[in-house]
């Protein structure tokens, strides 16, 4: 039988370049150029599969998918979009999408989320929409990015939220693992019971044990009280593990109780206490080669390791670099009380060029730094503290020749900014542009504008 696919896309050039893709390879295929379209052709059309961009006039492609998982479960659904982000990508894949595609499209790439999907159609468990959750507050620029390993990350916190597995995040320092943590949390159903971290190398070795298990009365000189340790306080939320690496292995054979029996032992205590939280890990050792030379037990590692998240270092992702820049140079000028700044297009090009082997926490200490020093509103290249390779270099004068249109603009937006006190709102109607039209504006020349209440 024939696989039914249904193109949902408010951009006539991909509705006609899938449709004719699809087409040559055999499916059955119907377009629609908006989500009410689709809505009330799939009845007729019967689609195995959806395939649906985000970002619609009307009503977007995440609202559509909820509808199409409400009334027809069988029907699977792979989101695509142009505007990627975390939030995005997570919220597709736990209101049921089978797969995240960001544009350009790589019709390679869609043949294979296409096969995987109606091969496994009927066997593949699906996620349960689940509930707005403390994630719409939680701020998680660290994990802003396009790069297909970041992709594949928020995709696998979106699946993440039908289990309560142990996750085991790997990274170097500054990747943002506790990030990651905190997302995979306030992103599953127990978003609303505790949180606990837990920095294993920030605690004594004598002292670990009693920080996560908590003690009795007597247990110890100094214990002068019962006391709750980490576990008992997560209840049935998550606790997470940071640099479980750098334990002893007579700590982990400890947590490793835990993993198996889901109980543990207060210090002094005689009768152990069951935990029904979920165990989050997050290292940056090489926990293979510990697991030979004896420094970290193979069992735990197996234990920890049900579900294993690889975090790329920033210099692996360099296309990252920018908008994250972005979303963190916004985090410091909110919390330095600045209205608005920009990087440079010499600070944008420093920035990429650089390796970072602090990684995010490195860029972020740059533009927080940059922020606060700053006497204008426009960060540059020395502002940062970073410079550019000799060989990315460009001829200034032929750059400044190609970019006089692209400087007026600039300059008459960052005026009417100034004007408007950074009012989005009014900036708008002063340019005569809509707030999307605006947002584009500003992003293509790097101006970054603090949120304000009177929007």
């Known amino acids: 039988m024939t696989a ?45 599969l959806v395939i ?3 970002r619609m006039s009307g009503i977007d492609g995440l609202t559509l998918l909820a509808k199409l998982r409400e009334a027809r479960p069988d029907t699977d659904v ?4 142009a505007f990627e982000d975390m939030r995005t990508a997570i919220e597709a894949m736990k209101a049921g999408a089978l797969d995240y595609l960001v544009k350009p499209l790589d019709l390679d790439q869609i043949d294979l989320a ?17 509930a707005e959750s403390e994630a719409e507050s939680y701020a998680l620029s660290q994990l802003a990015g396009r790069d297909q390993k970041m992709i594949a990350i928020y995709k696998t916190i979106g699946t993440l939220t039908r289990s309560r597995a142990p996750v085991l995040i790997r990274g170097e320092t500054g990747t943002g693992k506790e990030v990651i943590a905190r997302a995979i949390h306030f992103n599953s159903p127990q978003a609303e019971e505790p949180y606990v971290a837990v920095n294993c190398t920030a605690v004594p070795e004598q002292l670990l044990e009693s920080e996560l298990f908590g003690h009795v009365r007597g247990a110890f000189t100094g214990a002068t009280g019962d006391r709750k340790g980490r576990f008992e306080l997560a209840g049935k939320g998550t606790i997470f593990l940071d640099e479980i690496g750098d334990t002893s292995p007579s700590f982990q054979t400890k947590v490793l109780r835990v993993l198996q029996e889901r109980e543990f032992q207060p210090v002094g205590g005689e009768r152990p206490r069951r935990t029904e939280a979920r165990i989050l890990a997050a290292t940056h050792r090489p926990l293979e080669q510990l697991v030979a ?18 975090v790329p270092p920033l210099r692996e992702r360099r296309g990252d670099i920018v908008p994250l820049a972005n979303h963190l140079m916004a985090k410091a000028a909110r919390e330095l009380h600045r209205d608005y700044m920009r ?24 533009l927080m730094r940059a922020v606060a020093l700053a006497t204008s509103s426009t960060i540059s290249a020395i502002d940062v503290g970073v410079n550019a390779p000799a060989a990315r270099a460009v001829d200034q004068t032929s750059e400044s ?38 947002d584009r504006i500003l992003e293509r ?6 949120q304000r209440r009177d929007e």
């Open 401 to 438: 020749d190609r970019q006089t249109l692209e400087d007026v603009e600039r300059a008459h937006v960052e005026r009417v900014l100034r004007e408007c006190g950074g009012n989005k709102r009014q900036v708008c109607r002063m340019l005569g542009v809509s707030r999307p039209r605006l």
């Open 293 to 310: 030379s004896g420094q970290f037990r193979e069992d735990l590692y197996f234990r920890l390791r049900v579900v294993e998240i690889v």
């Open 4 to 48: 039914r696919i249904m193109v949902v896309d408010d951009d006539r050039s991909i509705r006609e370049t899938l449709e004719s893709h699809f087409r040559d390879g055999g499916y059955a295929v119907s377009i629609a150029a908006s989500a009410e379209e689709a809505l009330s052709r799939v009845a007729v059309a019967d689609p195995s």
């Open 114 to 130: 296409v096969e995987r999907c109606l091969r496994d159609q009927r066997s593949r468990r699906r996620i349960s929409p689940v």
């Open 343 to 366: 990087l440079a297009p010499d600070a944008l090009r420093a920035l990429e060029a650089h390796d970072w082997p602090g990684n995010v926490r490195e860029l972020e200490n740059t």
């Open 52 to 54: 649906t961009d985000v």
């Open 78 to 81: 792979i989101v695509i979009t």
């Open 445 to 450: 020349h790097g101006i970054v504008v603090t």
